[in-house]
Each structure stands twice: as structure tokens, then as C-alpha cells.
Nanobody, 125 residues
Framework: QVQLVESGGGLVQAGGSLRLSCAASGRTFENYAMGWFRQTPGKEREFVAAIDAGSWSGYHTFYADSVKGRFTIARDNAKNTVYLQMNSLKPEDTAVYYC???????????????WGQGTQVTVSS
């Protein structure tokens, strides 16, 4: 079992930045791929970014086209934490952001077994 707790959401003006954090419980964090998804009312949960569990060659990261070049996902296994650095924020980035953990760094929510409670990000124009 992995428990995930997101933090760092809030209100920011367009063009601003936020960094989301997701703290994970358990001693096997390093074995999990981690993902960020977001959801707005009336819409399905949308993939944002993912990072795999890594190998001798490093980590692989994946991004939705809508955030590529603006968002960066990173992990710190020593702190059992995954981050989402969000720059150049736009009003359309407004959503509840969810952290997730699973075996594969997929772009579908079914790839992940564990989810946090979400953190609200609001970008004003």
C-alpha cells in the first residue's frame, strides 16, 4: 500500500509558477512509476506528466502535449516525494491535480493503483 498526499496548489496569475509536491508513504517508493493527472468539473481525468522508476541510465519522463516545455516532473527517492514544477501557467491549467503511483509510467489513469486526494490549482487571467 502507498498513501499519497499532494500539496502546493493555490491561486496564481497567468504566467506565474507553482510547484506541486506529492509525499508518499511506504518503503518501496523507488519501485513505483509516478504520475500527475488533473481534472476539471464535468470532464474526465487528464494525463499531465509521468516519471518511471528509473534504471542505471536514469529516469524517463513523459508529458501531455499541452504542458510540454512548461511543466517538469521530478522525483526525490530519498524524500519519497515527486514534484511537478509548473511554469508559464495558463487559465486552462486550472484544475484539481492528482498524484498517482503504479507499475508503469502510463498516460492512462488505469496504469496507476494509488491516488492522492488532489490539490486545487487556479490560474487567473
Amino acid at each position: 500500500q502507498v498513501q499519497l498526499v499532494e500539496s502546493g496548489g493555490g491561486l496564481v496569475q497567468a504566467g506565474g509558477s507553482l510547484r506541486l509536491s506529492c509525499a508518499a508513504s511506504g518503503r518501496t517508493f523507488e519501485n513505483y512509476a509516478m504520475g500527475w493527472f488533473r481534472q476539471t468539473p464535468g470532464k474526465e481525468r487528464e494525463f499531465v506528466a509521468a516519471i518511471d522508476a528509473g534504471s542505471w541510465s536514469g529516469y524517463h519522463t513523459f508529458y501531455a502535449d499541452s504542458v510540454k516545455g512548461r511543466f517538469t516532473i521530478a522525483r526525490d527517492n530519498a524524500k519519497n516525494t515527486v514534484y511537478l514544477q509548473m511554469n508559464s501557467l495558463k487559465p486552462e491549467d486550472t484544475a484539481v491535480y492528482y498524484c498517482s503511483a503504479g507499475d508503469l509510467a502510463g498516460q492512462k489513469d488505469v496504469s496507476y493503483d494509488f491516488w492522492g486526494q488532489g490539490t486545487q490549482v487556479t490560474v487567473s487571467s
